[in-house]
Nanobody, 126 residues
Framework: QVQLVESGGGLVQAGGSLRLSCVVS????????MGWFRRAPGKEREFLAF????????YYAESVKGRFTISRDNAKNTAYLQMDSLKPEDTADYYC???????????????????WGRGTQVTVSS
């Protein structure tokens, strides 16, 4: 049973930073590409960032490019999302997700992810 658990959310002022963590258990992280998504109140789930299983290269949505950084530590079975220059519109529930390495290329569609965490809430005050 693969489980993903996010942490690191909270309340931060605009312009501040947070680092989200996603610990994966049940299988080693090298079996999965990792992605981060968010869902703001009343909005659809939004893809944010992707990192392949080997950690070389990353891909970002335009809304977060230059402000967010995805990374992973396979030895710790953990993925991260560093969020800088936060804006009130970044307020949302944030989710990490794991996609099997059989997926080829950048995995942006939520339907291609096999496992999901339960989310961590991020609130950015103005």
């Amino acid at each position: 049973q693969v489980q993903l658990v996010e942490s690191g959310g909270g309340l931060v002022q605009a312009g501040g930073s947070l680092r989200l963590s996603c610990v994966v258990s049940g299988r080693t992280l090298t079996n999965y590409h990792m992605g981060w998504f968010r869902r703001a109140p009343g909005k659809e789930r939004e893809f944010l960032a992707f990192i392949p299983w080997h950690g070389n290269g990353s891909y970002y949505a335009e809304s977060v490019k230059g402000r967010f950084t995805i990374s992973r530590d396979n030895a710790k079975n953990t993925a991260y999302l560093q969020m800088d220059s936060l804006k009130p519109e970044d307020t949302a529930d944030y989710y990490c997700a794991a996609a099997s390495i059989i997926r080829v290329g950048v995995v942006r569609s939520s339907g291609q992810y096999d496992y999901w965490g339960r989310g961590t809430q991020v609130t950015v005050s103005s």
